[in-house]
RNA sequence: GCGCCUGUAGCUCAGGGGAUAGAGCAUCGGACUUCUAAUCCGAGAGCCGCAGGUUCGAAUCCUGCCAGGCGCGCCA
């Protein structure tokens, strides 16, 4: 039984635990005298209605039994209310349109979340909803032989928040990015680079059919002419492959520092090679082989994914004896799941929806359920530069990559507006007003709100006026209704961190952000701090305080600063 | 042809069984002798792509259609 003894209420979820339970057992004893007659409780889902004149919550459990119980909506709603057990913090029970109950609290479980985020500062708002689990998320994990493009930078700042998010339920989580540095693309990047490389001394040296065209490549090329390697003493299949295993470090150390520029640092690089060396495609074959799974046809060898569901079965080893990707993934997936990961996540691409199919049979081929692996997939990014779509053609060697995105609106933006969208949509990223510093930009709008509370507090100190802490104050002066929805506002934190986590929907994070700025910003025009009594000041400073304490903590969810002074 | 995503205010998008459908931008009108006007307050603006169905109740679920984006290799 829960203890309703003092008024410990204090965020959304556990004032929706609370109610519900109360609901809960209202219901027993209405069908214990015989009034109800239902056969077993749904769940009782508690909502914070749109209007305010609907209450601090709402449940439509009796519109939900009205059918179940064969009995009109407001007349179970009235049997519940009489039922529900007097509470401290609850004000009043109403019943209102077709049969909503309606909740309305009183002030103090506002009051109990300040107290709370004093107490638990940045890491106000987690759980240990994950119990521990351990859990592996994939993302990036751009081809090596090129600059990462602005669908990279999108997957980069949603898997970085999404791992955040992860962490602050309660998961263990670790991020790897995976180098695929062992195939056919690669060994044409090193003759892109090597041509490149000759091409210095000799502009006439012929450049492969199907090299990468990228300036960057060239720029490679003279720093490995600076670096004296003993290159020009290789026989020609030996300068290959020193330029592909020298070049792809070198994009791999170029990718892992930009994506450090954009706040994303990965808890490992994995490279294919190493699977390669390990003969882990080897050994996941034989145990492919073992669990019946693998058969030849048509001089190669076959994966059978449709016993799981896949629309074609897939080719493991081609005819010509070489493995195609596939076999390396299906490897890579195994090596995860033997470190110990019990959920496996990856984000990618829309291109690549048609691999879920065929991954999912894997793992499940391997013994392990299906839902071990979750695969994320993200929908395009189109550019906006006044409005106009910024063209991109890989093939021309034309597209802004991450590095130059950076440059052009900075970190901050980046992050805000590639997370403020939801997985599913196109996203269209306006460049002109991602790098405008202004109103109209709402990473500003969010950043403003936590330098205008640091500026009220360095001036309140410079005045000697110290942030009290909670205990101290009269928190029952803070009853304007900007400082209410204030409040509610950040009961909600909670509540809101778990289900982005569950609904891998970092952009809930990103609303909220804007929502209580938003709150702040309004509060802050009606209601004076400095200037007021010394009770409603303490008070206020109180309030504002952690108004920063959880703007802080959301930006950093989300990878943005929180600057002090701007 | 098959699969995935999308279609909501002029624009970009939330909401994904519940009460009068929301936000930002844009437009229009107001607010600075005091803690940051990068702000606030207010107004107008919608057959929630179309048509059926399920439900006490559908923007939300189901079916069909229309439109846009992306896939459907012994490429990665």
């Not at 940045?122 to 081809?143: P, Q």
């Not at 720029?219 to 492959?241: F, P, R, S, V």
């Not at 309140?460 to 029952?476: C, E, M, N, R, T």
Request: net charge negative; glycine share 6%.
């Amino acid at each position: 039984m829960v203890s309703w003894e003092g008024c410990n209420v204090m965020s959304t979820l556990v004032a929706q635990k609370q109610l519900a339970a109360l609901i809960a057992s209202a219901l027993e004893q209405i069908i214990d005298q015989g009034m109800l007659n239902i056969s077993d409780l749904p769940e009782i889902n508690l909502e914070i209605p749109r209007d305010k004149s609907h209450g601090d919550f709402a449940s439509n459990i009796a519109l939900v039994l009205a059918k179940p119980a064969g009995k009109k909506p407001r007349e179970i709603a009235e049997m519940i209310v009489e039922n529900i057990d007097d509470q401290k913090f609850i004000d009043k029970v109403d019943i209102a349109g077709p049969g909503f109950i309606n909740f309305f609290l009183s002030d103090q479980w506002l009051y109990n979340v300040l107290e709370r985020i004093e107490a638990e500062k940045l890491d106000y708002g987690s759980s240990n909803f994950g119990a521990g689990e351990k859990v592996l998320l994939e993302f990036v994990s751009a081809n090596p032989v090129g600059p990462m493009n602005i669908v990279n930078a999108r997957a980069a700042a949603i898997g970085d928040t999404l791992a955040r998010l992860f962490k602050a339920s309660g998961y263990f989580v670790a991020t790897e990015y995976y180098v695929n540095d062992a195939g056919v693309q690669t060994e044409i990047f090193g003759k892109s680079l090597l041509s490149r490389y000759r091409q210095i001394n000799n502009p006439d040296y012929p450049f492969p059919d199907d090299g990468y065209p990228g300036d960057y490549i060239v720029d490679l090329a003279h720093e490995l002419l600076n670096q004296n390697t003993a290159l020009d003493w290789m026989t020609e299949d030996e300068q290959i492959e020193f330029c592909r295993t020298w070049g792809i470090d070198r994009m791999v150390d170029s990718q892992r520092q930009d994506l450090l520029d954009f706040n994303v640092k990965f808890d490992r690089w994995f490279r294919e090679r190493e699977l390669h060396q390990a003969k882990a495609l080897e050994n996941i074959i034989k145990i492919l082989t073992e669990r019946g799974y693998i058969y030849e046809a048509e001089g190669a060898k076959w994966f059978r994914s449709t016993a799981f569901g896949d629309d074609k079965d897939r080719v493991i080893i081609k005819n010509d004896g070489t493995y195609t990707y596939v076999t390396a993934d299906i490897a890579y997936h195994y090596d995860k799941l033997k470190r110990g990961f019990t959920k496996l996540i990856d984000l990618l691409g829309p291109d690549h929806h048609g691999y879920i199919g065929r991954m999912k049979a894997a793992v499940q081929a391997l013994g392990y359920s299906e839902d071990t692996l979750e695969i994320l997939i993200l929908q395009y990014v189109a550019l906006l530069r006044d409005g106009q779509q910024v063209k991109m053609s890989k093939r021309a060697g034309e597209f802004i990559t991450l590095k130059e995105l950076l440059a052009e609106v900075g970190k901050d933006a980046a992050r805000y507006f590639f997370i403020m969208r939801s997985l599913d949509s196109h996203l269209d990223f306006d460049l002109t007003l991602a790098a405008e510093q202004s109103s109209e930009n709402p990473v500003y709008y969010i950043q403003y709100a936590h330098a205008r509370i640091c500026s009220i507090i360095r001036q309140a100190g410079a005045q000697s006026i110290a942030v009290k802490s909670v205990k101290d104050v009269s928190l029952q002066l803070l009853n304007h209704e900007t400082e209410i929805d204030l409040m509610k506002k950040l009961a909600e934190l909670p509540e809101e961190i778990l289900l982005s986590t569950i609904e891998r929907a970092p952009h809930r994070i990103a609303r909220y952000a804007l929502d209580l700025a938003s709150l702040f910003h309004s509060f802050y025009t009606h209601c004076y701090i400095i200037g007021e009594k010394e009770e409603l000041r303490d008070a206020r400073l109180v309030l504002i305080s952690c108004v920063r304490i959880v703007l802080e903590r959301v930006l950093t969810l989300l990878g943005v600063s929180a600057p002090e002074r701007m």
